[in-house]
Every structure is written in structure tokens, then in C-alpha cells.
């Protein structure tokens, strides 16, 4: 890597290969040709958010906590422009796009980490599926398959292979939240029992501790007053 590349310039690179997706989905509603433009972003994003920290780590100048942070803002930023992206593009519903992102912000505020990886799922491999949702859309197209009306539900009269895809990846978003929900819910009752046995120890303690200082206070003051009697000849 040339010397003038920094980890920031990486960062840099990721971002705009975020915006690369962003506008070749967008752009799709004129020619979805422009699918390859969002190919190449998720494979110039790939190549800079993978390399920022790894070359900051090579080159022993890490800032771990505003690496930290510039990381998961540009990962927050690239997921925002990715779904909505998806959304104005005539391939995926932009309410289902919306609430995919939603579903992503949601583990992110319970886990307290940001990333485009789940159940075991590396990023890689989730911008390869994006790559290869691409070519098989610019392929054979984007059939849409017609859903039965339920009563009077606002139940769309097709749904399309992208938003099957995406409802798909939204599921397992949400049931992975739920299970770090539960995970993270019985993890915090745990630390708060132990905390309060552990409180409930050291005041039991301090007080057989005070007990114990009354008592020589008692013994003292009795010894002082034996002390201080007249001896009785």
C-alpha cells in the first residue's frame, strides 16, 4: 500500500463505494444496467472498510476509540444509503426497505455494535449475496408473485424475488434480535442479582464489623473504669 494512503483514506473509499450503490440502485429506475454501478460500489466498500483498520494496525497508528467511531458512523451512513437506495429502485418496496434498516438499527442499539453481519454471516459474504442478487436480477429479471388476498388486510397484490429476499433477511434480523433481547435481558438480571448479593454481603459485614467495634469500645470502657476504681486495701 502506497505511503500517502492512509486509514482514513480507506475509509474515504468505503463510503464512496456506499454512494456508488446508493446511485446505481437509484438509477436503475432508467436503466437497471446501472445494477453493475451498485456491483462495483459494494466491491470498492468491501476493499476500503475491510482494509482501514488492518492497515492502521500494520502501520501501529490505531486511534481505537476514534477508529471506533468513525467506523460505525460510516457503517451506519453506508446502510442508510444502501436501503434507500433498494427503496427507490423499482425492484424492492421502499417500505420494506425502511423497515429492513430499522430491523438492522434495532440489533445495533441492543448489541451496541454496528455491522452488516449476522448469524455467523461475515461481510463479505453479505456483499457477495448483494453482488449475486444483482447479476441474477440484471439476468433474468425481477419476477413478482401474486399473494392471495387476506379479508380486508393491506396486503400487496404482488410481491416481488427482492422483496421476498429482503422479508427473508428481515426475519432473521428480527429473530436474531430477539434472541440478543432475551440474551442480553437475562445477562443484565444475572450481574444484577450477583450485584445486589454481593451488596447484601458487604452490609452484612460492615454491621458484624460495627458490632464487633462496639463490643471493644464496651471492653475498654469497662477496663477503664476497673482501672480508674480505688483499690480497697
Known sequence: MPA???PDTLTALGLFGSLLIFAGYALTIYDSRFLWLSSLGFVINWFGDSLDGTLARYRHIERPRYGFFIDHITDAISEILIFIGLGLSP???FDLAMLASTAVFLITYVKGVFRISYGGISPTEIRLIAILANTVVLIFGNPSVPLARIGSLPIPATISLYDLVVLVVMLI?????VVVVINVATSLSQE????SQIQKAQKRAAARASKRQARSRKDLQKQGRRLNQPSVR
Open 173 to 177: 434480523i428480527l429473530s436474531l434480535f
Open 91 to 93: 425492484y424492492l418496496r
Open 4 to 6: 500517502w494512503v492512509m
Open 192 to 195: 444484577d442479582r450477583t450485584a
